[in-house]
Antibody, heavy 116, light 108 residues
Framework: EVNLVESGGGLVQPGGSLRLSCAAS????????MYWVRQAPGKGLELVSG????????FYANSVKGRFTISRDNSKNTLYLQMGSLRGEDMAVYYCARRPHGFDLWGQGTMVTVSS | EIVLTQSPDTLSLSPGERATLPCWAS???????LAWYQQKPGQAPRLLIY???SRATGIPDRFSGSGSGTDFTLTISRLEPEDFAVYFC?????????FGPGTKVDIK
C-alpha cells in the first residue's frame, strides 16, 4: 500500500527543537521530491520545505529559513524535518507530501504545539 | 513570487447544484502547473486536479479543471453530499509553490 506516516510532533516550549519524521512505503521513495506542508489551526496551507529525491536540491519558506533543516534517508524511506528556535507561529499540523504531478500523496499529519 | 487568490471565502450551494470555484494567479503559472485539492475537517488534503485540467487517480468525473496563464477554475458539475469541503488551488511551477487561501463550499 502506498502510504506516508508522519511522527515526532508534540508539545515544545518556545525556542525549543523537534524532529519530525515521515515514513514512506509502497513506492520508489528515492526518486520522488518530497515536501513538508503545514497548516495552523483554522488556517490555510503553507509549503515549509522540500527536497529532491537525490537530496541535491532543497527549498525552504522564508518563514523557516535558518531554523528548519530538511533531510532524507533513502535507505530507510524516511523524510525528516529538524525544527529549531520554534515560535508560536510554527504551531500547526505538519504534513509530508509527495510530488510527481501536484502533491498526490499526503500523510495524516502530526501536530506541533509551541507553548510554555 | 506568485500569489494565488481564491474568492469567495465561502460558497453556499445545495446538493445537485453546480459549483464554480475560481483561482487567480498574480503571474502566469509555468506550464499550467496548477493543482486543486479538497480538504475535509480533520483530514489531509486530497489531490483532485493537476496540470490545470487532469483528474488525479480515482477522482470522479464531476470534478473538472480549466484555465491557463493566470485564470483557473475548478468546476463540480453536480454537488454530492460528500463534496462539501474546503478547496485549495496551488501553483507548483515556480518556487515557492504557494497555495491559495481556499474556498469553503457549504450546504445552503
Amino acid at each position: 500500500e502506498v502510504n506516508l506516516v508522519e511522527s515526532g510532533g508534540g508539545l515544545v516550549q518556545p525556542g525549543g527543537s523537534l524532529r519530525l519524521s515521515c515514513a514512506a512505503s509502497g513506492f520508489n521513495f528515492s526518486i520522488d521530491t518530497m515536501y513538508w506542508v503545514r497548516q495552523a489551526p483554522g488556517k490555510g496551507l503553507e509549503l515549509v520545505s522540500g527536497m529532491t529525491g537525490d537530496a541535491r536540491s532543497t527549498f525552504y519558506a522564508n518563514s523557516v529559513k535558518g531554523r528548519f533543516t530538511i533531510s532524507r534517508d533513502n535507505s530507510k524511506n524516511t523524510l525528516y524535518l529538524q525544527m529549531g528556535s520554534l515560535r508560536g507561529e510554527d504551531m500547526a499540523v505538519y504534513y509530508c507530501a509527495r510530488r510527481p504531478h501536484g502533491f498526490d500523496l499526503w500523510g495524516q499529519g502530526t501536530m506541533v504545539t509551541v507553548s510554555s | 513570487e506568485i500569489v494565488l487568490t481564491q474568492s469567495p471565502d465561502t460558497l453556499s450551494l445545495s446538493p445537485g447544484e453546480r459549483a464554480t470555484l475560481p483561482c487567480w494567479a498574480s503571474q502566469s503559472v509555468s506550464s499550467n502547473y496548477l493543482a486543486w485539492y479538497q480538504q475535509k475537517p480533520g483530514q489531509a488534503p486530497r489531490l483532485l486536479i493537476y496540470g490545470a485540467s487532469s483528474r488525479a487517480t480515482g477522482i470522479p468525473d464531476r470534478f473538472s479543471g480549466s484555465g491557463s496563464g493566470t485564470d483557473f477554475t475548478l468546476t463540480i458539475s453536480r454537488l454530492e453530499p460528500e463534496d462539501f469541503a474546503v478547496y485549495f488551488c496551488q501553483q507548483y511551477g515556480s518556487p515557492p509553490f504557494a497555495f491559495g487561501p481556499g474556498t469553503k463550499v457549504d450546504i445552503k
